[in-house]
């Protein structure tokens, strides 16, 4: 039976598992599976699980769960790391490497394969795409995003009407989302907006440098009018006036964040209100509660393809997802060159999407699922008031 | 027709809404309503909106919508608003005052009362309950507790299968969660946990002094054992060596906030490991997507409940639930005291829960609403990896 080995690798996203699941059950019982622990960092150790009946189930009854069951993580990926990797695979006469990440993980494979081939070893290799922040090349979207940008839009607009409902105590949210060079989620925050008076009023993405004057303006005007402001930021924005925060380095890897609380203290300042910053944190990639069902199905439809691929002989390609939207909502798994993955690099929102959010929502709507309920106006009319004063 | 004035007030929650629909679909169209906006700051002011079939709709959409619709806040009582108060429940001739609130709510609504009464001025008064952090006394829980508890609950398990996968870059998470004085909400952390290996591995409540030493020996032990740990704390917690870390105050009120943050920079000098703090959030109290439907029907109850009372000539009370399982949840709503709620103050965890775990788990499991799916073990039998050495 040929042996395959399979990792994942990168930040955990809430459907990577259904990936997994897809794959593993694709390949039972025609193949010899090998679980990768803990991503690279268990290529290189050699950390692999040989499948049997018990681990396989372990396995598929993670489809659902959040996180990466096999371990994931991140890991520096040297040269030396590299010739390691490729012994450990030859070692166990391992024919078929997969792994499902985003764009580290489809350069590394990339390696690994070229690594190999330099060695006469011929392994055959296929990359699984995953993300939260859509910053993978080559691919309409990947699995991970469409989880992630639901609960993004459905927690700004329920904080947006609990900040409405505290706005003589505090005026201005700011709430920081994921996404290092890439706006996609931090856009994403506007979806389910329907009233002017709904947050999010200001958004900054990391495409565009924020003028501190637009800020300003945006959040001075939305409080006249409506009391209160909800700004969303993503983790990589910087200013046009100064540069970027890192907090600290972890392993050669800046830990963005910060900004969120650079701009709470900025509009404190200026504007002589009350302002709270919070980060959306890691329930942008692990909540259970806010899972897109048609990001699940293409998850888990992922690894399906990605085994039937090697069951026809591909390698040194990843599975992405072409959309051809006609009437309604359509993709097409194609495979793409993991070269040209990496040759893409971080996969920025294009100036038609930044520019116009209409036409950017109207291609997000259908990756969040299921549709959200409408939620009625926030204001009501002031003119029935008893006293105007206010 | 009898005119009654409705609020809202303290901090929103996700199902105050459907305590309001409850008592506007209980008093329609017999009874005159009038909403009173930002609760009491409303109310000093005299911002009245007279009930219309279009506000009434308007008011009964938010059934279940996040926020306050009809404005809350926070505002200091003072004696001199407390008149300006009254005189306006008279100018307008309200007949019945009815707030949805917490402790803050319920002491200001007996002053309301008393105030009316010593100026020979009939106003019958009912109180409805509200919370998050279940600190209300008299009553076995209120509504928006449950809730936010199934939201931590399914959170924590979520986060905390995360940062398993990512124990190679990170090994221990500090989540933050609301409860100023109380720790219900921290200890709902551990609701979901099925295995050792799965957080929270430790829980900080404000009832008992942290000490720092169990908290290094607690997260060292899981780090050895799984190679993380997630740790739960109570924005009000106190270490037992130091004082309690305060942000900053606004209108008198200190803003919690920062004691995860310090834990995070004391594990990382201590085991010099990475650690990342995180606050729970506004999410506690506005996810749209983490609400217990037994909340909400009984949030709505507790509306229709107060309705009803209001009918009977009841007042100086607050609707309370008084549980009494058999062999299933049961709950009854009953009047209590506006007096005895005040004089109760802020409920703690009884030491019973806080020593026992279990019990207090099998109380408030009814409370989470629907069943949550069940995760399968984090970890694999090790013994089964081709390689261990690590």
């Known amino acids: 039976m040929k042996k395959i080995a399979i990792g994942q690798a990168g930040g955990p996203t809430t459907v990577i598992n259904a990936t997994l699941a897809g794959f593993v059950k694709e390949m039972t019982p025609d193949f010899s599976l ?22 396989i189930n372990w396995v598929l009854e993670h489809q659902n769960v959040p996180g990466a069951c096999l371990g994931s993580g991140r890991y520096p990926f040297t040269d030396e790391k590299l010739e390691k990797a490729v012994q450990n695979l030859r070692q166990n006469s391992i024919e078929v490497l997969v792994f499902i990440g985003g764009n580290g993980t489809m350069e590394a494979l ?9 060695q006469g070893y011929d392994l055959q290799v296929i990359g699984l795409p995953k993300t939260v922040d859509n910053d993978l090349g080559c691919t309409d979207h990947a699995p991970g ?6 609960y993004v ?43 002017e008076e709904e947050g999010p009023q200001f958004i900054g ?24 402001a909800t700004v969303v930021i993503s983790e990589g924005v910087k200013w046009s006036e100064g540069v970027q925060i890192q907090r600290e380095e972890v392993n050669g890897r800046a830990v963005l964040g910060g900004i969120s609380g650079e701009v709470e203290l900025f509009l404190k300042k200026e504007l002589n209100i009350m302002a709270r910053s919070e980060l959306l944190g890691i329930n942008q990639r692990s909540s259970s509660q806010s899972v897109s069902n048609l ?40 495979p793409v060159q993991l070269e040209d993955v990496v040759k893409a690099g971080e996969r920025l929102m294009p100036a038609h999407f930044i520019d116009n959010r209409d036409r950017y929502y109207e291609w997000l709507l259908p ?10 106006p926030m204001i009501q009319r002031r003119d029935l008031y008893v006293n105007q004063q206010n």
Chains 1, 2 share one sequence.
């Open 145 to 150: 995003f469409g989880s992630s940008a639901r």
């Open 110 to 118: 990339n390696k690994v394969e070229k690594a190999a081939k330099d």
């Open 153 to 195: 839009a459905q927690a700004t607009r329920d904080i947006s009407r609990d900040l409405h409902a505290m706005r003589n105590f505090e005026q201005v949210r700011i709430l920081e989302t994921m996404g290092r060079n890439a706006g996609w989620l931090a856009a994403a925050s506007g979806l389910l907006k329907t009233f």
């Open 367 to 376: 990756l969040v699922g299921d549709e959200l309920p409408t939620y009625p």
């Open 34 to 55: 090998f679980f990768i622990q803990n991503g690279y960092q268990g290529l290189v150790r050699g950390d692999l699980l040989e499948g049997n009946e018990e681990n």
């Open 295 to 334: 990001d699940r199905y293409e998850s888990f439809l992922t690894g399906i393809t990605g085994g039937k691929w090697i069951k026809e002989g591909w390698s040194g390609i990843m599975v992405s997802m072409q959309r051809d939207d006609d009437i309604r909502y359509n993709v097409d798994m194609k």
């Open 205 to 228: 993405l990391p495409e565009r440098p924020m003028k501190q004057l637009d800020l300003l303006s945006t959040v001075e005007d939305a409080i006249r009018k409506y009391g209160c």
